[in-house]
């Protein structure tokens, strides 16, 4: 079974692979041991402007709001496609994935984001289980 540490952020992703003993540099990833160590840059995704919803919706008005899509829509921040795209096709060859961003609500929030847009299908842990220790 393949494994896949997913940070936050390089530093972070730097921290864990060292204490896993992952000191294989690859292409936006650390890996080595069957595992693989990747990280975002906080937020890859931010929220779709207006017109992804209805082109119309360009040039809005006052008159115009609220504007309240039954479905929230997420796009790739431009200058994350890189990593983004490095973290999908990583995402695309394990079969487990171990959530390793900042312990509160908006690092679950950023790896959920992540696994959503990707379609990624396969086991999901969340820390502090990935060492061991029992899942909380």
Same mark, same amino acid.
């Given at each position: 079974?393949?494994?896949l540490? &997913?940070?936050?952020? @390089?530093?972070q *992703?730097? /921290?864990?692979a060292?204490?896993?003993g992952?000191? %294989?540099?690859?292409n936006?990833?650390l890996?080595?041991r069957?595992?693989t160590v990747?990280?975002?840059?906080g937020h890859? &995704?931010?929220s779709? @402007?207006?017109? *992804?919803y /209805?082109?119309?919706?360009?040039r809005?008005t006052? %008159?115009?709001?609220?504007?309240?899509?039954?479905?929230?829509?997420?796009?790739?921040k431009?200058s994350?496609?890189k990593?983004?795209?490095?973290v999908?096709?990583?995402l695309?060859?394990?079969?487990?994935?171990?959530?390793?961003?900042?312990?509160?609500?908006?690092?679950?929030?950023?790896?959920?984001e992540i696994?959503?847009a990707?379609?990624?299908?396969?086991?999901?842990?969340?820390?502090p289980g990935?060492?061991?220790?029992?899942?909380?």
């Amino acid at each position: 079974m393949s494994r896949l540490f &997913l940070c936050e952020k @390089p530093n972070q *992703a730097r /921290d864990i692979a060292k204490v896993l003993g992952v000191t %294989e540099k690859g292409n936006g990833c650390l890996k080595g041991r069957g595992i693989t160590v990747t990280w975002g840059f906080g937020h890859l &995704l931010e929220s779709a @402007p207006p017109e *992804a919803y /209805d082109p119309d919706l360009k040039r809005w008005t006052l %008159e115009a709001l609220p504007i309240l899509p039954g479905q929230w829509k997420l796009e790739v921040k431009p200058s994350a496609k890189k990593q983004f795209h490095v973290v999908k096709k990583l995402l695309g060859t394990v079969s487990e994935v171990v959530i390793a961003t900042d312990a509160d609500r908006e690092g679950e929030m950023i790896a959920r984001e992540i696994l959503e847009a990707c379609r990624f299908s396969g086991d999901v842990l969340n820390r502090p289980g990935f060492l061991g220790d029992p899942l909380v």
